[in-house]
């Protein structure tokens, strides 16, 4: 089965830190989301790509985090500086709308803890 | 109103009782929609989509609302293995982006 693939799945860093998560989308899918998941928040949308452009991160605090496609088959997240707060999973999901659905599948997710 | 609700319940039925969750979304623009399940600490996979003349696959039948604009779900027969939290999908603008409810957590008791 094509599979989205995260990188890390764990990741623990102290305050301030940079972090940078990787996110390998299915071959083919033109469209890359990042989400956010906490207890409190459930499913936060941070960033959404189409053919490698940015169409909306209006989800994403702007001075800490960013969010790029160098190619077709990396996306990146990346947090700096890093903060208690930030720590959640962040999920990876990847889709190929057709007759204007979008069927996503999503990354296992990378656990982050900033202490 | 937020673009997607959900009550997070959670919902406590024996096995084979019937239970329904709605959604409801404020883009009345919306023509796609979805339902996830996502067990405890895995990442979520679709469940099923809703086209405007409802699906049913085996003991789920998903349902749109558009005058009322909301979705539903419907789960006939619950096993113990339909506990999880289900998520609905609502695209919330013309660009296709997609926003996700809070999710409904269902526990099926034996």
């Known amino acids: 089965d094509a599979r989205v693939t995260q990188t890390p799945r764990h990741k623990v860093t102290e305050m301030g830190q940079e972090v940078t998560m990787r996110c390998q989308p299915i071959?083919?899918?033109?469209?890359v989301f990042w989400y956010r998941q906490t207890m409190m928040q459930g499913l936060e949308l941070l960033a959404y790509?189409?053919?490698?452009?940015?169409?909306?991160d209006s989800g994403m605090p702007k001075d800490r985090f960013s969010a790029e496609m160098p190619d077709a088959t990396l996306a990146t997240l990346k947090i700096q500086p890093s903060e208690p707060r930030d720590s959640a999973v962040y999920f990876c999901?990847?889709?190929?709308?057709?007759?204007?659905?979008?069927?996503?599948?999503f990354g296992a997710g990378s656990r982050l803890t900033v202490l | 109103r937020k673009e997607v609700e959900q009550d997070p319940g959670p919902f406590n039925v024996p096995e084979g009782a019937t239970v329904a969750f709605n959604c409801t979304y404020s883009?009345?623009?919306?023509?796609?929609f979805f339902w996830y399940r996502q067990d405890c600490r895995k990442e979520p996979k679709l469940l099923m989509s809703v086209y405007s003349s409802g699906n049913e696959d085996g003991r789920f039948t998903a349902q749109l609302n558009r005058a009322s604009q909301y979705i539903s779900l419907l789960i006939r027969d619950s096993k113990l293995s339909d506990s999880a939290t289900y998520l609905c999908v609502v695209p919330a603008s013309n660009t296709g982006k997609l926003i996700f409810g809070q999710g409904t957590t269902l526990q099926v008791k034996p």
């Open positions: 999901a990847s889709g190929l709308p057709r007759s204007g659905a979008n069927v996503l599948t």
């Open positions: 790509f189409r053919n490698r452009a940015p169409l909306d």
């Open positions: 071959l083919g899918h033109n469209t």
């Open positions: 883009n009345s623009a919306s023509q796609s």
